[in-house]
């Protein structure tokens, strides 16, 4: 079975077998099947409307929703290559903090709140 894609059914019964209320010259055109069926007029012929109409039924993309899912895609692709630029950076900083601190300095402020200063002592940086 050879299918070619055709604008016109030029073969009667010059109509989709789907969708027979389609006539013979629809503007997405028709998948002429190359096979004849029983009957009275049995060249069959199914609309590109009836096809796209079945495979929008079986979860297809149509080409128009291929072409939006690809941009799409291309923009989450920059998306990511930003993000792991940016997790990179923080990394090399956060590297960088760690070497600090291995030799004994502190880089990062000690969690939690300032101590109070106590009334009794004469200065606020003294030791309690």
Do not use: W
């Amino acid at each position: 079975m050879k299918f070619r894609i055709v604008e016109r059914a030029d073969i009667r019964p010059n109509k989709c077998v789907v969708y027979p209320h389609i006539g013979h010259d629809h503007a997405k055109g028709y998948i002429d099947t190359g096979m004849d069926m029983l009957g009275v007029e049995p060249h069959a012929y199914i609309s590109i409307q009836a096809v796209e109409d079945i495979a929008k039924q079986l979860g297809y993309l149509l080409p128009a929703d291929h072409e939006i899912m690809c941009a799409e895609l291309v923009e989450a692709n920059g998306k990511i290559i930003e993000l792991e630029r940016e997790l990179n950076e923080a990394s090399n900083v956060l590297d960088a903090i760690d070497a600090i601190e291995s030799v004994g300095f502190r880089a990062r402020k000690k969690p939690g709140r300032k101590p109070r200063v106590s009334k009794d002592r004469d200065y606020e940086d003294q030791p309690a």
